[in-house]
């Protein structure tokens, strides 16, 4: 059973920051691009940044130049720095394949609140 398991989740002021990982299984992470989305109440999950598998990287509109995503090879793991956080981040934060999803992690929770 492929598993994706998110971590680094929690709460935080305006303005402020975390980092996120995300362990996948090898099978997955080396084959294919691996993305980061976020689901807050009431929306649909979104996709708000991804990185190819030589390190292309792609983000949102509503993120970039606050978000860097990175691939960790030798952990098989992809991080999310989140920087200068908003309260419209708070979400639960997955990671997945867009091309070759599998089941869904529990996620992280993120809150961004003052």
């Known amino acids: 059973q492929v598993q994706l398991v998110e971590s680094g989740g929690g709460l935080v002021q305006p303005g402020g920051s975390l980092r996120l990982s995300c362990a996948a299984p090898?099978?997955?992470?080396?084959?294919?691009?691996m993305a980061w989305y976020r689901q807050a109440p009431g929306l649909q999950r979104e996709l708000v940044a991804q990185?190819?598998?030589?390190?292309?990287?792609y983000y949102a509109a509503s993120v970039k130049g606050r978000f860097t995503v990175s691939r960790d090879n030798a952990r098989n793991t992809v991080h999310l720095q989140m920087n200068s956080l908003k309260p419209e981040d708070t979400a639960v934060y997955y990671c997945?394949?867009?091309?070759?999803?599998?089941?869904w992690g529990q996620g992280t929770q993120v809150t961004v609140s003052s």
């Open positions: 997945n394949a867009p091309s070759h999803i599998v089941r």
């Open positions: 090898g099978s997955i992470f080396s084959t294919y691009t």
């Open positions: 990185t190819t598998t030589n390190g292309n990287t």
